[in-house]
Nanobody, 115 residues
Framework: QPQLAESGGGLVQPGGSLRLSCVVSGFSLDYYAIGWFRQAPGKERELVARMMAGGVSNYADFVRGRFTISRINDKNTVLLEMNSLEPADTAVYYC?????????WGQGTQVTVSS
C-alpha cells in the first residue's frame, strides 16, 4: 500500500522560504503523478502543484513563479520549494498520489507564514 510522509513545515516570516519533502513508499515515482495540496482553516483542500510521471509539472495560479515541485526518484522523494511566502500560504500541506483510482494522502505538515 502506498505511504507518504511529509516534513519540512514550520513558521516563516512573509517573504521567506521553506522546502517541503514527501518521502513515498509502496509505489514508484516513475509511473504515477504526485501532487502537493494544501488546506487552510475553514477552507477546502486545494491543489498547489502536480508532477506527472513523465516529469511535466503544473501549478495553481496562486503559486506559479513562487513554488517549484521536483522529485528525486532514487530517494523516493518529492520536494516543494516555496519562495516569497505570503500569509495566505498558511495551511497544512499534503502530498497525494492516486493508484488504481484510490487516493492516498500523507499526514500533512503545517506551514505558517506570519511576522
Amino acid at each position: 500500500q502506498p505511504q507518504l510522509a511529509e516534513s519540512g513545515g514550520g513558521l516563516v516570516q512573509p517573504g521567506g522560504s521553506l522546502r517541503l519533502s514527501c518521502v513515498v513508499s509502496g509505489f514508484s515515482l516513475d509511473y504515477y503523478a504526485i501532487g502537493w495540496f494544501r488546506q487552510a482553516p475553514g477552507k477546502e483542500r486545494e491543489l498547489v502543484a502536480r508532477m506527472m510521471a513523465g516529469g511535466v509539472s503544473n501549478y495553481a495560479d496562486f503559486v506559479r513563479g513562487r513554488f517549484t515541485i521536483s522529485r528525486i526518484n532514487d530517494k523516493n522523494t518529492v520536494l516543494l520549494e516555496m519562495n516569497s511566502l505570503e500569509p495566505a500560504d498558511t495551511a497544512v500541506y499534503y502530498c497525494n498520489v492516486a493508484v488504481a483510482s484510490v487516493s492516498f494522502w500523507g499526514q500533512g505538515t503545517q506551514v505558517t507564514v506570519s511576522s
